[in-house]
């Protein structure tokens, strides 16, 4: 008491120190305790700060305890012996970090880049529909592409290579719009270039020589006439499209930037990337 008479916490503090007992910091923001009114006439902070009792009671604290100095150091020298051995070990855990967040985007932009989009639909009534199974795609069928002529699919997928099943209820005209994702930057949509080097419908080739090359403003579109129960197979097979540097480079970008983890150095690493893809692939 006669140490510490206002400032438990210091004399625990202490204590704690002295006894070689682990402290933990509360890593918390702290928060300002409510006041209440009329309670603060007399009172700890008032003594202890404006009349600078805490340093009159730590100065007293290392008088009666001067090994809490040599504790002190010891800790310090601890810490620096630590960071100092550590280092590499730091650096190795950061540079794992951002190998692993750039892997993360990189996927994440090669799946946008590569990602084709059909849109399916049989016009006639407004009980015109289509079943379409697609293992791995995303398919949805979403409420404005139904109307009276009709109840329409959407089926989005990355594989190079999809096959496509088509159950048609109802007969109509069934439209499809092969095309790219809906990829938009500042409002302005990207011309996400998909490239299809065959499409079979039914085992029928609709694309003769050169790649059919589609993107969401400019879908390829075809139209057959079908009836109620008719099954249809569509066979794909794409490529990653051939942008020149600067095209992919500002793609990257703008894709990118809509990610939070996103940083602009990794544009230059992605665009290798995705040439090294299309190199290897061979497409």
Known sequence: MSICPQADDMWFWASALLNKTRIILINKPFKEPKIIEGTQDVALWLTNLRQNQNDVQLQRLMTVYPQILFL????????????????????????GVRR??????????????????????????????????????????????????????????AALKDTLKIRVVNSGVLILYFRGEDKRYNGVRLPVQIDYQSIRINGQELVAR???????????????????????????????????????????????????YFDLFDVDTIVKYYATKIKSLGI
């Open 72 to 95: 002190l150091r010891k800790e310090q020298r601890l810490e620096w012996l630590k960071s100092f051995f550590l280092w590499p070990y730091s650096v190795i855990g950061k540079l």
């Open 210 to 260: 050169s790649p059919i090359i589609v993107w969401y403003d400019k879908p390829y579109v075809y139209q057959m006439s079908v009836q109620d129960g008719q099954e249809i197979t569509i066979q794909l097979k794409r490529r990653y499209h051939r942008y020149n540097k600067e095209e992919i480079r500002e793609l990257i970008f703008k894709l990118a930037s809509n990610l939070e």
């Open 100 to 157: 692993r967040r750039l892997n993360q985007l990189t996927d994440n932009i090669i799946q946008q880049l590569n990602r084709y989009r059909l849109d399916i639909k049989n016009m006639g009534t407004a009980a015109n529909a289509v079943a379409v199974t697609a293992p791995g795609a995303a398919i949805t069928t979403p409420t404005w592409f139904t109307n009276a002529q009709g109840v329409g699919q959407i089926v989005i997928s």
